[in-house]
Each structure stands twice: as C-alpha cells, then as structure tokens.
C-alpha cells in the first residue's frame, strides 16, 4: 500500500549525540516535510522539500538538518545543538493533499 | 501566509451533526482550504478540501462562505471515533505556490457518549 513510514516509533538519544530519524515515501510526491509537535500543542514546520537535492528552512530549522538525495527520502537529524529536542516529530509528502507517518517519539535521556 | 483562527475545544453528543467553524479572513484566490484531523499519538489525516464550492465526501461536509472568508467543517453524526483535534489550514495551489501547510492549534472535539 502506498504511505509514509517513520522510524523508528520511539528513539532515546544521550545529551550531546546527533540523532537522524527515518522518512520514506512511495506516494511518488514531490514535496515532503518535517514537522515538530510538543504536548498539547499544535505541528510547527522544521523544514520542507519541494524537489530533489532542494529544502527549505521551516519556522524552527536551528539544530536540525535534511538532505533529499532521493524523491522517496527525506531524512531528519537532531544534532547535539538543539536545545531541548525531546518532542513527538511528524513527516508528511504531499501532492493535491498531504499524508502524514505516524510519527518518532523521541527523548533526550 | 495567510492564517486561521479555530475555537480552542468543543463538544457534541455522539450520533449529533458537529460544526466546525474556521476564519480566514486574509484567505487569497489561490488559496484552498484544507482539514485534516489528528487523533492522540497518530499522524494528522486528510479530511476534506475545496476552494469555492460546498465539498462532500465518505467522512465530512465543507461548507464554504461566499467570500471565503470562513468555512465550516459538518460531521453529519459523530461518533466516539471521532473524538480529534480538528486543523483547518490554508494550502496554495498544489501546484503552484510554496507547498507549505502551516498548522494552527486546532480545535479539539470532544463526543459525549
């Protein structure tokens, strides 16, 4: 079936280490993007991709980073600058509409 | 980007219509107006979209105001599932503009067994 798939589900990094988390599509779109949720709060946009081998910054791309070598892959990683990077993160594609993966929890232990 | 303003929370009784309210005042002509929903833990799902007309499909109603300027989302009879925090957010063109779906805090719905 054709969607998004995140992983992992649940992700524990130590203090000070990057982290990347996983994105593939097979929707054949050409636009994906990253979203940050905290609790109880709304989706902010970290980055998105229109095309391959170009993204843009979201409203909140300090201490992330995205590479888009491939249409399929859109992969996001934490480094050690983000400051507080314990959050639920979001990757969507889209064409006339977007879908979304079910998300990476990940923590900062 | 154009923006959105939503009612923080509502409640209906299950098997009732819900109506969900959305302003958008600075909506431009390009612009389309999407729904998505988000159940707790889960990835936000599409819903609905359209641009100037009524829209209807298998899980809502979109009804649009004649200026545009505001739009109601209608549940025709909610059930438990369909309990969310309920997004309505503008989206350029799909095919032409800068692709971006800028989310607000939703409204959260509530069902009453």
């Known amino acids: 079936d054709g969607g998004i798939t995140q992983s992992p589900k649940y992700l524990f990094r130590k203090e000070g280490q990057n982290v990347t988390l996983s994105c593939e599509q097979n929707?054949?779109?050409?636009?994906m993007y990253w979203y940050r949720q905290d609790p109880g709060q709304g989706l902010r946009l970290i980055y998105y991709?229109?095309?391959?081998?170009?993204?843009q910054k979201g409203d909140i791309a300090e201490g992330y980073s995205v590479s888009r070598e491939k249409k399929e892959s859109f992969p996001l990683t934490v480094t050690s600058a983000q400051k507080n990077p314990t959050a639920f993160y979001l990757c969507?594609?889209?064409?006339?509409?977007?879908?979304f993966g079910q998300g990476t929890r990940l923590t900062v232990v | 980007d154009a923006k959105t303003t939503q009612p923080n929370s509502m409640e209906s009784n299950e098997e009732e219509p819900v109506h969900l309210p959305c302003n958008h005042s600075?909506?431009?002509?390009?612009?389309?107006i999407h729904w998505y929903r988000q159940l707790p833990s889960q990835g936000p799902e599409y819903v609905i979209h359209?641009?100037?007309s009524n829209v209807n499909n298998r899980m809502a109603s979109l009804a649009i105001a004649e200026d545009r300027k505001s739009s109601t989302l209608i549940l025709h009879r909610a059930t438990l599932r369909d309990a969310a925090v309920y997004y309505c957010?503008?989206?350029?063109?799909?095919?032409?503009?800068?692709?971006?779906?800028?989310f607000g805090t939703g409204t959260r719905l509530k069902v009453l067994a």
């Open positions: 929707l054949n779109h050409d636009a």
């Open positions: 957010i503008l989206r350029d063109h799909p095919y032409s503009g800068t692709y971006k779906y800028i």
């Open positions: 600075t909506i431009s002509g390009t612009d389309y």
């Open positions: 359209g641009l100037t």
């Open positions: 969507a594609s889209s064409g006339t509409e977007a879908f």
């Open positions: 991709s229109q095309i391959v081998n170009d993204f």
